[in-house]
């Protein structure tokens, strides 16, 4: 056995632990091809398939010695983070990069720089020898020739020089050696500075490079998926783009290139939750599942160490510790930590590998609330698994565990036994994760609570009763009455804009369930993705309750099924599946619970057409009113979708429900929108909970496993969405296709090698006529946003974006507004509001941006709004982000010059987002200051002395702004405390005009007057707003210390 000879004899004698081992890769030495992790050696003799056992994973800057400032593993608690590698790992990656850099596997340029580098690593490596032998440096340079150590080319070009040359350099470097040769730092300190400086002389020894047609992907530890064409790498050298980074990645397929074309081709189709889908065609099927195991890979080192994405090329022993709920070789620290989290209840435990020993397991709990106890369980050499001190083995931990949680264990004086399984999550922080970002982005254990994304305040539009027009009946649902309605709304001139909505009203008998029917609207309004349904807002009139959203005209999914049987197919149904798979990881992503995911609250939007490359388009409706809130006899009656968990007790109520109600749903799709158990009465279907009975599944074995996985009864053991969505597209296998008619799967349009489908494109110029008004967002005295959807297809499948387009179509406000377009084009940051495309209409003179919709609105308005619900963490966690978003500016020579609340837009609770760039100038090339000869209109109240006074603007009068934000922040954007009050009320409301002006540069410059510290306001917060207020510009701090220091004061509050 191959994979047993590697782990049990192989791996150990090089030193290499399970923990490190996920680092590792194999390649085949004739072609430096990797291979997946479950390929199958040929060890016949005649195959001469020769291996080599290498680091492929890699992180620039993982040596500090685990710091949280660089690359380090995840520990339990701050300061107990752990470096990438270990000091046998470190070494093994010397030796490989050494053996690459001298025997010229990689190239090394031969510039005079280059060549320096290489005489320094030469001495280096001549140091580390005389350490390891315990001689003198110098007897090395008097045996061997110092171009021994260096790269080959490098030795030849040397050896082209005129002899003198060649004696200087041999001169200069018997100097550094005999300097040097009393030197006493350790072999690993000399291997690590060797490391380094190969780091950075050479990037190819930890950059993977793909072709893919005219594309070229670059792949990295730090960076993650990027990509250039050749055309564009000719003209303009060094232009890469991102694609994503490893986390983002939801699910990669792959599948033969064309039935035509050859057979060796694949198509590598890579998911994400917000950007279209990237297909890479390969040449063969080796380069294919080359590429998907080193995204695999890294996304398992960054992400979650216990999930797959694509299943060509998932590990043996990962699949065999899904299926044992096992930790794989995780700490011991971490497996106490998230038993003492979850509580150390009796007979909960943690099946662990050992981080040391490739053939040892472990078994975790708690025995009396205070000690813990690791009991060992070793693998034979017949592949059995043996529980120390008993005489029985199994052939799977998935037996042993299953017999051993049927019997109380008997050892050491004390009885115990193991009942619930805690298996891992993908919210554990192990040390078998790697955090690649600075202290403060990445949070481990107890502090991750602090990043989930909670939406449960009250959020939604108020409609008008007379804005609102009942036209037919729809039906009636539980609690509701269903109308389908016209919602009339004045726009711009006066014009009406009528729009078909549904209206849902709340039945007057179940007027007590009012405050869930409301929080059901504002979780829908508070929410934007393709496949949910659109909440325009709610209706309050007298003793009437109304939610307005939009309408559907092909209704919903169970009733569409059970009348076109004839008309959908086996491709329909997995498409649609996958639709409802998407939006339910979408809410999984924001830690959020629909609460009621049944075929009945999925609406078809568009039938589709297979044959046209047209296919069908869901929204997932409103969750209606909770389940936490009815009686029990409703829920009984809503078996088998409420799962048994909440049946128990309703407040169990968890995103593992979601699951169960997803598994539901899509059996009632494979049966054409029958109703599961629906023959059955209360009595009946409660019995088939309480004795664990399943679902009659398909006979399609994968399908079906994938239903009675969602419908486990251990909540803990559902999959995750994400995984929920690669098995789905795993579905469409090459035997699947011999069950369809090959023309009912669309064809994807291909360019240069990236493949997006139309339904998933997305436009850079939109069409005005495509453009559906909903509602308007803001006005100022130059524009107006307004929310739109961007619908192509007339049928309610486009995105919703804000539209920004100006009042007054002038030729300066135009060319402003171009300018406006190309910054914010040009930017791509977390922290700063995503570019969507233009539009153009009226022969190009009227303009609009299209840019992604927040649905929270300005942080000004937030902050106002639930001022209740912020402490000092939570405004120092807004900061940060607009430290960080405002630095990336910087670097790129941009001046925003309108930084102010109003201006930051909020995503989620947890992420704002730098908006509005009408002000925003470019530096000029050489100068660190921009002058501006026209300031018109300015928020003159935000603006640095030197600006007020000399007009000019810089990244130090955006940091004076951003100490106004601050302000901000601590008065929670209050109206009484705004700059504009508080500085007009200390220079008195009587001025007016261009004597503000004079006036508010006397009250900053000659009296030194700032803005007063708010209540409460940390007094390291007030520092830093007195250092970004700073008269000289030179002394305030950059963008990316006060990053630094906001990090370290929100820190500094959560201990």
Not at 20 to 38: A, K, Q, T, V
Not at 348 to 377: A, E, W
Not at 894 to 911: Q, W
Request: glycine share 6%; proline share 5%; with cysteine.
């Amino acid at each position: 056995n191959t994979n047993r000879c590697l782990l049990c004899v192989v791996f150990p004698s090089l030193g290499i632990t399970p923990m490190h081992l996920s680092l590792f890769g194999l390649m085949r030495e004739s072609d430096h091809m990797w291979l997946p992790p479950n390929h199958v050696l040929n060890l016949e003799p005649s195959a001469n398939e020769r291996v080599l056992f290498r680091i492929r994973y890699y992180f620039p800057g993982w040596y500090n010695n685990g710091s949280s400032s660089c690359a380090h593993r995840f520990g339990t608690a701050k300061g107990t983070e752990s470096p990438v590698m270990d000091d046998c790992t470190m070494t093994y990656l010397f030796c490989q990069w050494r053996s690459d850099f001298v025997n010229g596997c990689v190239d090394v340029p031969l510039s005079q720089e280059a060549q320096a580098e290489c005489l320094g690593l030469a001495a280096l490596d001549m140091m580390r020898l005389a350490k390891e032998g315990d001689q003198s440096p110098v007897y090395f340079y008097n045996q061997t020739s110092y171009k021994a150590y260096l790269p080959r080319n490098v030795r030849a070009h040397i050896q082209r020089y005129n002899i003198l040359t060649r004696k200087r350099i041999r001169r200069r470097f018997s100097k550094f050696i005999h300097r040097f040769q009393d030197c006493k730092a350790a072999v690993r300190d000399l291997q690590l500075k060797y490391l380094m400086c190969l780091e950075t002389l050479l990037p190819s020894l930890h950059v993977e490079r793909f072709r893919a047609n005219e594309v070229t992907i670059v792949v990295t530890g730090n960076k993650g998926i990027q990509w250039f064409r050749e055309k564009e790498c000719q003209t303009k050298m060094g232009v890469l783009k991102t694609y994503c980074d490893f986390p983002e990645v939801i699910d990669i397929s792959v599948k033969q290139a064309s039935k035509e074309g050859s057979v060796e081709g694949r198509i590598v189709s890579l998911s994400t939750q917000d950007k279209p889908s990237m297909d890479l065609e390969f040449h063969s099927l080796q380069e294919a599942l080359s590429f998907v195991s080193l995204v695999d890979g890294y996304y398992r080192l960054v992400a979650n160490a216990h999930h797959y994405l694509c299943k060509e090329v998932a590990p043996p022993r990962l699949l065999e510790a899904i299926r044992s709920y096992c930790h794989g070789p995780v700490s011991v620290d971490f497996s106490t930590h998230k038993l003492r989290c979850l509580g150390n209840h009796q007979g909960m435990f943690i099946l662990r590998s050992s981080p040391r020993d490739y053939n040892t397991y472990f078994l975790s709990f708690n025995d009396s609330g205070v000690q813990y106890k690791h009991c060992q369980i070793m693998k034979t050499e017949a592949g059995e698994f043996l529980l120390q001190g008993a005489s029985r083995s199994f052939g799977s931990l998935e037996d042993l565990l299953h017999q051993y949680q049927k019997e109380v264990l008997r050892t050491e004086g004390f009885t115990f036994q193991f009942t619930k399984c805690l298996p891992p999550t993908i919210k554990d922080k192990s040390n078998l994760l790697v955090c690649r970002s600075p202290q403060g982005v990445e949070v481990p254990g107890d502090s991750l609570a602090i990043h989930q994304h909670h939406i449960n305040q009250m959020v939604f539009h108020k409609i008008r009763k007379e804005d609102l027009t009942l036209k037919k009946s729809l039906g009636q649902g539980t609690f509701t009455k269903i109308f389908c309605g016209v919602r009339k709304e004045l726009r711009d001139y006066g014009e009406v804009h009528e729009t078909e909505v549904l209206i849902k009203v709340l039945d007057k008998a179940h007027r007590n369930y009012s405050e869930s029917f409301f929080e059901a609207a504002s979780l829908m309004s508070q929410l934007s993705h393709k496949y949910l349904l659109l909440n325009y807002g709610v209706c309050v009139c007298r003793e009437e309750n109304m939610m307005v959203q939009e309408y559907s005209k092909l209704g919903s999914l169970d009733t569409y099924l059970m009348t076109k049987k004839a008309c959908v197919n086996i491709p329909w149904k997995l498409e649609v599946a996958k639709q409802l798979a998407w939006v339910l990881h979408f809410l999984e992503n924001k830690n959020l619970i629909h609460g009621n995911v049944c075929a009945k609250n999925v609406l078809l939007i568009r039938e589709g057409d297979c044959k046209m490359g047209s296919l069908p388009f869901i929204k997932l409706s409103d969750p209606g009113i909770s389940i936490t809130v009815l009686p029990r006899d409703v829920l009984m009656e809503r078996i088998p979708w409420v799962p048994p968990e909440c049946i128990e007790n309703a407040r169990n109520l968890s995103q593992a429900a979601d699951k169960w109600s997803f598994g539901t749903t899509l059996w009632e799709i494979c049966n054409q929108g029958e109703k599961p158990l629906g023959n059955m009465d209360i009595s009946k279907k409660n019995l088939f909970y309480e004795d664990k009975h399943q679902l009659a599944v398909p006979k399609w074995t994968e399908l079906a496993n994938l239903i009675n996985s969602c419908m486990d009864y251990e909540p803990s053991h559902r999959p995750s969405f994400r995984a929920i969505i690669r098995d789905l597209n795993s579905l469409f296998t090459p035997d699947y296709e011999l069950l369809v008619e090959s023309d009912m799967l669309p064809n994807p349009t291909r360019v240069f090698g990236l493949s997006l489908t139309l339904d998933h494109r997305e436009p850079t110029q939109f069409m005005e006529r495509h453009l559906i008004y909903i509602k308007q967002l803001g006005k100022g005295n130059f524009g107006s946003v307004e929310l739109c959807r961007y619908d192509p297809l007339l049928d309610s499948t486009g995105e919703v974006v804000a539209v920004k387009k100006l009042q007054h179509s002038t030729a300066e406000h135009l060319r402003d507004f171009e300018r406006e377009i190309d910054i914010l084009k040009s930017l791509q940051h977390d922290n700063i509001v995503k570019y969507k495309g233009v539009c153009y209409s009226a022969g190009r003179r009227n303009l609009r941006l299209i840019m992604e919709y927040l649905p929270y609105g300005s942080l000004r308005d937030y902050l106002v709004k639930y001022r209740e619900r912020f402490n000092s963490q939570k405004l120092l966690h807004y900061a940060s982000q607009i430290c960080k978003g405002m630095d990336y500016l910087a670097t790129k020579r941009y001046i925003h010059r309108d930084l102010a609340t109003r201006n930051i837009l909020v995503e989620s609770e947890m992420r704002v987002k730098i908006g509005d760039f009408g002000l925003t100038k470019v530096l000029p090339q050489g100068k660190e200051y921009y002058t501006v000869t026209d300031p018109g209109e300015s928020p003159i109240f935000w603006y640095a002395i030197e600006s007020l006074t000399d007009s000019k603007f810089s990244v130090a009068s955006d940091v004076w702004s951003f100490g106004v934000v601050l302000y901000e922040l601590f008065t929670y954007s209050e109206k009484k405390c705004s700059p504009p009050t508080v500085l007009m009320d200390e220079m008195g409301n009587d001025k007016q005009g261009q004597m503000i002006v004079y006036h508010l540069i006397d009250l900053l410059q000659k009296q030194g007057y700032r803005l007063p510290a708010p209540d409460n306001c940390p007094s390291e917060i007030q520092k830093m707003m007195a250092d970004c207020w700073h008269g000289d510009p030179a002394l305030r701090p950059t963008f990316r210390e006060l990053a630094h220091s906001v990090d370290v004061t929100r820190d500094s509050q959560v201990g």
